[in-house]
C-alpha cells in the first residue's frame, strides 16, 4: 500500500501542499484530479522522490520510502524524460537495466512492450522521429519495463487519439488487476470515472475529496429531477428548498427528502418521471473546487 500523508510544501510564499494526504492500495486504481495548479505534480513528485516535501511523509507497506523503494516504482513525469537522440528499443531496456534488470531480460520485456504499445517495427526509430503521441507509449514502455511495483503517472492520458487512450486504459487496468498500485492525475473526468476505483479531488493545495465516485456522489447535495404533466408552476413554493425549470413541466428540486416532494408533486399533477439526479464526475468536481 501507498500512503502518503499530511504533505506541506511551499515554494517560496506559495503554499503549494497543505496537509495532503491519499492512499492507494493494492490492485486499485487512484485518479487525481484539479484544476490547473492544483497541486497534482507537486504531490506526485514528491511520492517519487524528485522533490522534498516541506512536511509529511511517503510510506511504502508501512515504512517510509527508501530509494531502493523508489526505484521499483514507475513514473510518468509531466515534463516527461526521454532521450531525443536514442532509438527507442535501446532507451527502453536502457531504463530496464537502470532499474536493476539484467540486459537480456531488458532486451526482452522491451520485445514484449514494443510489440503490446503497438510499436513493434518502430524499435530502431529515433524518439524524436516520433509523433507525441507514440513518444507518450515509449514513456509508458519505459515507466512499465522493469515490472514496477507502484505506478505513478502524470496526466498520462493527456494527447493521446483515442486508440492510443484505450491501449493506455487497457495497461493500465490490467497492471492494477495484477495487484499493483496505480495512481494518475488527469483532466479528463470521463477517464477517471471510467477507470478508477477512488478519486481524489485537489484544489489550491488541499485534499477536497476523497472516496470512490459512487460515495463523493452521496456527499454532494442530491437533487430530484420530476416531471408533472397540469402542474400549476408554483407548485413546489411550499418545499423548503431551492427548486428550478428550465423545461416546461419539469423541475429539479435540490433536497434529498423524496418523499415529502413527491407528496407534493403528486398534489400538484400527474406525475410521469421523478426521481434523483446521478451527478457526473464532472459536477462533483466542480461542487467541491468551488
Ligand atoms: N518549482 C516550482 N517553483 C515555484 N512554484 C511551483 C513549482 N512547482 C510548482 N509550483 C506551483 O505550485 C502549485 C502547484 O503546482 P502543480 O504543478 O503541482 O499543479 P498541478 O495540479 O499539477 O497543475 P496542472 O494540472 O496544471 O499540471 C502551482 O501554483 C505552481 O505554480
Known amino acids: 500500500m501507498l500512503e502518503i500523508r499530511n504533505l506541506r510544501k511551499r515554494f517560496g ?39 522534498t516535501s516541506d512536511a509529511g511523509e511517503v510510506l511504502w507497506q508501512g515504512t517510509p520510502l527508501a530509494f531502493e523503494s523508489r526505484a521499483s516504482f514507475g513514473y510518468m513525469p509531466e515534463e516527461r524524460g526521454l532521450y531525443p537522440k536514442m532509438r527507442i528499443a535501446d532507451q527502453i531496456a536502457y531504463f530496464g537495466e537502470l532499474h536493476g534488470m539484467t540486459s537480456a531480460a531488458a532486451k526482452t520485456a522491451t520485445g514484449e512492450w514494443l510489440e503490446r504499445l503497438g510499436l513493434a517495427d518502430r524499435g530502431r526509430d529515433f524518439v524524436q522521429d516520433l509523433s507525441l503521441g507514440n513518444q507518450q507509449r515509449v514513456q509508458l514502455a519505459v515507466s512499465l519495463v522493469f515490472d514496477p511495483k507502484v505506478l505513478i503517472l502524470d496526466e498520462p492520458f493527456s494527447g493521446l487519439d483515442p486508440l492510443a487512450v484505450d491501449t493506455m486504459a487497457s495497461v ?4 492494477s488487476a495484477a495487484g499493483v498500485p496505480v495512481i494518475f492525475s488527469s483532466h479528463q473526468l ?5 477507470l478508477c476505483d477512488t478519486v481524489g479531488i485537489i484544489s489550491a493545495g488541499h485534499m477536497v475529496a476523497v472516496g470512490t465516485v459512487d460515495e463523493l456522489r452521496r456527499r454532494g447535495n442530491r437533487r430530484l429531477r420530476v416531471t408533472i404533466e397540469g402542474a400549476n408552476p408554483n407548485w413546489a ?15 429539479v428540486v435540490d433536497s434529498d427528502d423524496d418523499q415529502t416532494v413527491l407528496a407534493a408533486a403528486m398534489a400538484a399533477g400527474r406525475v410521469t418521471r421523478f426521481g434523483f439526479d446521478e451527478p457526473s464526475l464532472v459536477d462533483i468536481f466542480r461542487e467541491a473546487s468551488s
Open 13 to 51: 510564499d506559495k503554499v503549494a501542499l497543505d496537509d495532503v494526504s491519499l492512499t492507494v492500495e493494492p490492485g486499485r486504481m487512484f485518479g487525481f484530479v484539479g484544476a490547473n495548479g492544483a497541486g497534482k505534480t507537486t504531490t506526485m513528485r514528491i511520492a517519487m522522490g524528485v522533490l
Open 172 to 175: 493500465l487496468s490490467e497492471r
Open 237 to 251: 413554493d411550499s418545499l423548503p428548498c431551492q427548486v428550478s425549470s428550465d423545461v416546461e413541466g419539469e423541475w
Open 190 to 194: 470521463d477517464l477517471v470515472e471510467r
